[in-house]
Nanobody, 127 residues
Framework: QVQLVESGGGLVQAGGSLRLSCTAS????????MGWFRQAPGKEREFIAA????????YYADSVKGRTTISRDNAPNTVYLQMNSLKPEDTAVYYC????????????????????WGQGTQVTVSS
């Protein structure tokens, strides 16, 4: 069992930046592929970014590519989502997710691929 806790959300003006963190507890974090998703009011949950458990590969949704970076530090069991040039349409609840991975180079971008989810952190971008 893995418990995930997101933090770092908040209110920011358009053009600003935020860094979200997701800290995992429980089993060995280093064997888990990680992802970030978001859900805006009235919309379906949307994939944002994913990283392999080795950290050697990342993948981004087109909506955030070029202004978002996912990274991980397996020592404090934390995955990060650095978001720059934020837009009002980035307003959503952001969730991190985890699952075990057969090897260090597999990415997962579908929400049903993930087993463990955090409670979410609200990001609000004002215009």
């Amino acid at each position: 069992q893995v418990q995930l806790v997101e933090s770092g959300g908040g209110l920011v003006q358009a053009g600003g930046s935020l860094r979200l963190s997701c800290t995992a507890s429980g089993r060995t974090f280093g064997n888990y592929a990680m992802g970030w998703f978001r859900q805006a009011p009235g919309k379906e949950r949307e994939f944002i970014a994913a990283i392999t458990w080795s950290g050697d590969r990342t993948y981004y949704a087109d909506s955030v590519k070029g202004r978002t970076t996912i990274s991980r530090d397996n020592a404090p069991n934390t995955v990060y989502l650095q978001m720059n040039s934020l837009k009002p349409e980035d307003t959503a609840v952001y969730y991190c997710a985890a699952r075990t991975s057969p090897n260090g180079s597999v990415l997962y971008i579908l929400d049903y691929d993930y087993v463990y989810w955090g409670q979410g952190t609200q990001v609000t971008v004002s215009s």
